[in-house]
């Protein structure tokens, strides 16, 4: 049972522009989320996270939005650029322990 | 090493053999976890390991499958006759501690297909 949930399968975006990638989760326990990227034949490397005690939680250019009442969280990636293009996994701990669920992935595309 | 190295890359198996994957975690990091990724899913859980504890092995998905961990260094991940079904990318990570909080660190992963 998929209990972190990515509906977009792939997003498309002008490179300069906002990519906003989406995610669901369905526990209201899940108190730590995390956003992963991978490059194919690469493992997943560690993005951004944020806390559920927070709702926003900014790095650089990537920023995580947390709605705790709608159970949705997004990643917002601005400007753009030709090198984030990879598939983004959104993942979701139960008490900060260490078992990830990790949703099915966004695959990204920045286009010059 | 620089980073958590797993072997083989890819592995094609018939049906009913054994596969044995090897990860190499990185120097000093006391947490191990293995996911499986299948086509068009997400990362599954499989199995943790945490220092001398005892692993958390609630992510197997059958009896067939078995993980090794020698102390705080490479774990080995068996698939006993293996299936189709097996077909997957399997990930090893490593953390220096058990929190996933995301300090995990992970191999490039083992392709197994099973014909």
């Known amino acids: 049972d998929q209990q972190v949930k990515q509906n977009s399968p792939s997003l498309s975006v002008q490179e300069g522009r906002i990519s906003i990638l989406n995610c669901d989760y369905t526990?209201?326990?899940?108190?730590?989320f995390l956003w992963y990227k991978k490059y194919p034949a690469e493992g997943p490397t560690f993005l951004i996270s944020?806390?559920?005690?927070?709702d926003k939680n900014e790095d650089g250019r990537f920023t995580v939005f947390l709605n705790k009442s709608a159970k949705h969280l997004s990643l917002h990636i601005v400007p753009s650029q030709p090198g984030d293009s990879a598939v983004y996994f959104c993942a979701a701990s139960l008490n900060s322990g260490y078992a990830l669920n990790f949703g099915k992935g966004t695959s990204l595309l920045v286009t010059p | 090493g620089a980073g958590v190295s797993q072997s083989p890359s890819n592995k094609v198996t018939e049906k009913g053999k054994d596969v044995e994957l090897r990860c190499d975690p990185i120097?000093?990091?006391?947490?191990l976890y293995w996911y499986r990724q299948r086509l068009g899913q997400g990362l599954e859980f499989l199995i943790y390991f945490q220092g001398n504890s005892a692993p958390d092995k609630s992510g197997l998905p059958s009896d067939r499958f078995s993980a090794e961990r020698t102390g705080e260094s490479v774990s080995t991940l068996t698939i006993q006759r293996t299936q189709q079904e097996d077909s997957a990318v399997y990930l090893c990570?490593?953390?220096?501690?058990?929190?996933?909080?995301?300090?995990?660190?992970f191999g490039e992963g083992s392709r197994l297909t099973v014909l």
């Open positions: 990570a490593s953390s220096l501690a058990g929190l996933a909080t995301g300090e995990l660190f």
């Open positions: 944020i806390s559920s005690i927070k």
């Open positions: 526990n209201s326990m899940f108190d730590y």
């Open positions: 120097s000093g990091h006391t947490a």
